[in-house]
């Protein structure tokens, strides 16, 4: 889901958990607030482009399960590939599990993720889904329109899954097994910008995954390494997916933010991606818990 600059507002006004994250060598511009988006107008390129787009063509088709039985509607968004590529390779989306979707709109990710979890016999957990614009009505998810950035709709929505998962907001063991962001700014041309702007909705994302994310106690990644892949472990452990810019501010976030809370944490390139695009996807598996000390805390001491 795309999401555009509106206006700047002061540090102090940042949900409290995602200041909290931040390295200090990340922290070098001001935060942007952001506000959901559809591009206007289309170019000649844009146009051709979409007619030879495979996944364009391919979201227009009715969707076809596991069984070979044929859905009743087409993917509202191309992006429903991203998420069933990457679900291909470490099978994270199973019946039973309570998922989060931020960054929504149009709902493209929810109606894969109700596709591949919801099945005959199969106990029907609920599917929750989130974005600034209204997301396709799906059945079985249930979807807040709301800023994400916004500390009272964070809590609206952990409240509404913890409700619905008989479990307390304030859960410190947590009560969601798989949170998954598509939340992405709008591109300026600047990298700087792009790049902070990026990283500003992933922080806010890990910052509401730790704050939910059942706690794991998955072997560490050596030791997956050695006993089960990581799409062997994903299947029953807590999972974290989330788009972002490649660069190395990037690489910073996931070296000290991710790898400390999580066993396992890799970035996927997806087929669906475009090729001249730099997004990725981390897929981070095991959730430790939140850290008391950040990473750079630790190193000063």
Same mark, same amino acid.
């Given at each position: 889901?795309?999401?555009? #600059?509106?206006?700047?507002?002061?540090?102090?006004?940042?949900?409290?958990?995602?200041? #909290?994250?931040?390295?200090?060598?990340?922290?070098?511009?001001? !935060?942007?607030?952001?506000?959901?988006?559809?591009?206007?107008?289309?170019?000649?390129?844009?146009?051709?482009?979409?007619? $030879?787009?495979?996944?364009?063509?391919?979201?227009?088709?009715?969707?076809?399960?596991?069984?070979?039985? $044929?859905?009743?509607? !087409? &993917?509202?968004?191309?992006?429903?590939?991203?998420?069933?590529?990457?679900?291909?390779? &470490?099978?994270?989306?199973?019946?039973?599990?309570?998922?989060?979707?931020?960054?929504?709109?149009?709902?493209?990710?929810?109606?894969?993720?109700?596709?591949?979890?919801?099945?005959?016999?199969?106990?029907? $957990?609920?599917?929750?889904?989130?974005?600034?614009?209204?997301?396709?009505?799906?059945?079985?998810?249930?979807?807040?329109?709301?800023?994400?950035?916004?500390?009272?709709?964070?809590?609206?929505?952990?409240?509404?899954?913890?409700?619905?998962?008989?479990?307390?907001?304030?859960?410190?063991?947590?009560?969601?097994?798989?949170?998954?962001?598509?939340?992405?700014?709008?591109? $300026?041309?600047?990298?700087?910008?792009?790049?902070?702007?990026?990283?500003?909705?992933?922080? #806010?994302?890990?910052?509401?995954?730790?704050?939910?994310?059942?706690?794991?106690?998955?072997?560490?990644?050596?030791?997956?390494?050695?006993?089960?892949?990581?799409?062997a472990l994903a299947g029953s452990s807590s999972v974290l997916v989330m788009k972002y810019?490649?660069?190395?501010?990037?690489?910073?976030?996931?070296?000290?933010?991710?790898?400390?809370?999580?066993?396992?944490?890799?970035?996927?390139?997806?087929?669906?991606?475009?090729?001249?695009?730099?997004?990725?996807?981390?897929?981070?598996?095991?959730?430790?818990?939140?850290?008391?000390?950040?990473?750079?805390?630790?190193?000063?001491?």
């Amino acid at each position: 889901m795309q999401w555009a #600059a509106a206006r700047l507002r002061p540090a102090t006004q940042w949900h409290a958990a995602s200041v #909290a994250l931040l390295s200090p060598r990340l922290h070098a511009a001001a !935060p942007v607030r952001w506000a959901s988006s559809k591009r206007g107008g289309s170019s000649s390129r844009y146009m051709q482009r979409q007619k $030879t787009d495979v996944y364009v063509k391919r979201r227009s088709k009715s969707t076809i399960d596991e069984d070979g039985d $044929t859905g009743s509607a !087409p &993917y509202v968004a191309r992006s429903a590939f991203k998420l069933i590529q990457l679900d291909e390779r &470490y099978r994270f989306l199973r019946p039973g599990r309570v998922i989060v979707d931020l960054g929504a709109a149009p709902g493209g990710w929810s109606q894969a993720i109700v596709e591949r979890i919801h099945r005959p016999k199969a106990a029907r $957990t609920p599917v929750f889904a989130l974005d600034l614009l209204p997301v396709a009505e799906i059945d079985g998810v249930t979807s807040i329109q709301g800023d994400f950035l916004d500390g009272n709709v964070q809590a609206q929505l952990r409240k509404l899954v913890a409700d619905a998962s008989s479990a307390s907001a304030t859960d410190q063991r947590g009560f969601v097994d798989v949170v998954v962001s598509d939340m992405m700014a709008n591109t $300026t041309g600047n990298p700087i910008t792009d790049t902070e702007a990026s990283l500003e909705l992933c922080r #806010a994302a890990a910052s509401f995954a730790f704050d939910t994310l059942r706690h794991d106690d998955t072997p560490k990644q050596e030791d997956a390494r050695q006993s089960r892949p990581a799409s062997a472990l994903a299947g029953s452990s807590s999972v974290l997916v989330m788009k972002y810019f490649m660069s190395h501010e990037a690489d910073v976030f996931r070296r000290e933010v991710l790898q400390p809370h999580f066993h396992f944490v890799k970035a996927e390139k997806m087929d669906a991606s475009r090729k001249e695009s730099r997004e990725q996807f981390w897929i981070c598996i095991g959730f430790k818990g939140r850290r008391t000390t950040q990473p750079h805390e630790q190193a000063e001491s």
